[in-house]
């Protein structure tokens, strides 16, 4: 794929670290403009740092709170207003938090679908057109909750299911408007989020961040805890003209710890 997202736009919500950041780096290491969408000034700052640092077009750093409507239409607005064009989208931003049942008041889970799936769903109805008139692509990194649930993620996985389903039901758009929509579940990945769920779910069970580590590895039998590359590498994959007959899935990068049959 070396050269084939030359001059293309690639929007990536909660583009400024982990997976996101990830996810930006590789496709400006293959030509793309990105534009990175964070609410943090300051990890923008580094991010747009690093993706610049690959010696492809520099990086275009905005910063927007997705919870707010008024803030996803800026960022269309200031995409529409610099580059006039969009061939990728990619929704990873997202933060919902881990806990017990109890003790996770309404805010908590206001707050979940508010970043995650409302922010989606809005971007994704603000840059169709521009999809569309590129015949892009639309790529969700959701989580391996969608499928598995647990009691001390219960936001997460019902936020992770809505978007699931909301993306399998745009698919059937794209197929009609030549824009491809596919889903990726990172499972546990090494990032800044994940060593914070981790504390929160050692709270809630009173038990150790370690403990929970290596229960978790021992447990799914995998080799590794995945990295944000893993999930960088799939989500060019699907963004490229090999991939194209590839409408409405969902993948998961787990290294296999998702139990089931899918």
């Known amino acids: 794929m070396p050269g084939e997202f030359a001059n293309k736009v690639v929007v990536v919500t909660g583009g400024s670290r982990g997976i996101g950041l990830g996810i930006a780096k590789a496709f400006a290491g293959e030509g793309a403009q990105t534009v990175l969408v964070s609410s943090s000034a300051e990890n923008l700052k580094a991010a747009a740092k690093a993706v610049d640092a690959l010696g492809g077009p520099q990086a275009l750093p905005i910063e927007a709170d997705l919870r707010n409507a008024a803030a996803?239409?800026?960022?269309?607005?200031?995409?529409?207003q610099r580059l006039q064009r969009c061939d990728v989208l990619v929704n990873c931003a997202g933060a919902t938090k881990a806990g017990s049942?109890?003790?996770?008041?309404?805010?908590a889970w206001i707050d979940g679908f508010a970043l995650k799936?409302?922010?989606c769903v809005r971007l994704c109805r603000l840059f169709w057109p521009m999809l569309k008139a590129a015949q892009g692509h639309v790529i969700n990194i959701d989580g391996g909750?969608?499928?598995s649930p647990s009691a001390e993620f219960l936001i997460g996985g019902a936020v992770n299911a809505a978007m699931g389903n909301?993306?399998?039901g745009l698919s059937q758009l794209g197929k009609r408007d030549g824009v491809n929509v596919n889903v990726i579940h990172p499972g546990t990945t090494e990032?800044?989020?994940?060593l914070q769920l981790l504390a929160q779910r050692a709270a809630a069970s009173g038990r150790t961040v370690g403990d929970l580590?290596?229960?978790?590895l021992a447990k799914s039998g995998i080799r590794r805890v995945g990295k944000p590359d893993d999930i960088a590498a799939l989500t060019l994959f699907l963004c490229s003209e090999r991939a194209r007959h590839i409408q409405g899935t969902a993948i998961a990068v787990?290294?296999?710890a998702t139990v089931g049959y899918y």
């Open 145 to 147: 909750a969608a499928r």
């Open 191 to 194: 990032t800044e989020r994940n």
């Open 72 to 80: 996803c239409a800026s960022v269309f607005d200031k995409v529409q």
């Open 101 to 107: 049942f109890l003790d996770l008041p309404d805010d």
């Open 213 to 216: 580590q290596a229960e978790a």
């Open 166 to 168: 909301f993306s399998k």
């Open 254 to 256: 787990d290294g296999g």
């Open 117 to 119: 799936f409302h922010g």
